[in-house]
């Protein structure tokens, strides 16, 4: 199993900045793909950014330019750097990680979806 605790969401007027931190522990040798999702109110939660193993990254469009995702290997931490935040921001992001669980000699289990509890990013205008 893996757990995630996120960290540095909070109120930031537009134009401003926050990184977002997702600190991992567990069984995380299996992990492929690490992301982070938001959901605002009476809205479904979508793929915000992700970075693969290999280190491959993919953005939401509204985001491309302004949000850099970004991990450390050695801290099993990942993160969401935000800039030029804008209102239509604002939701609750979450840390999404997909993998399997370690089998040891045989390797890696079918993935699994671990979701962190999220933190709230508000953008004020």
């Known amino acids: 199993q893996v757990q995630l605790v996120e960290s540095g969401g909070g109120l930031v007027q537009a134009g401003g900045s926050l990184r977002l931190s997702c600190a991992a522990s567990?069984?995380?040798?299996?992990?492929?793909?690490m992301g982070w999702y938001r959901q605002a109110p009476g809205k479904e939660r979508d793929l915000v950014a992700r970075?693969?193993?290999?280190?491959?990254?993919t953005y939401k469009d509204s985001v491309k330019g302004r949000f850099t995702i970004s991990r450390d290997n050695a801290k099993n931490t990942l993160y969401l750097q935000m800039n030029s935040l804008k209102p239509e921001d604002t939701a609750v992001y979450y840390c999404?990680?997909?993998?399997?669980?370690?089998?040891?000699?045989?390797?890696?289990?079918?993935?699994?979806?671990?979701w962190g509890q999220g933190t709230q990013v508000t953008v004020s205008s």
């Open positions: 970075i693969t193993s290999g280190g491959t990254t």
């Open positions: 999404n990680m997909v993998g399997g669980i370690s089998l040891g000699s045989r390797g890696c289990s079918a993935d699994y979806n671990f």
């Open positions: 567990g069984d995380t040798n299996c992990i492929s793909k």
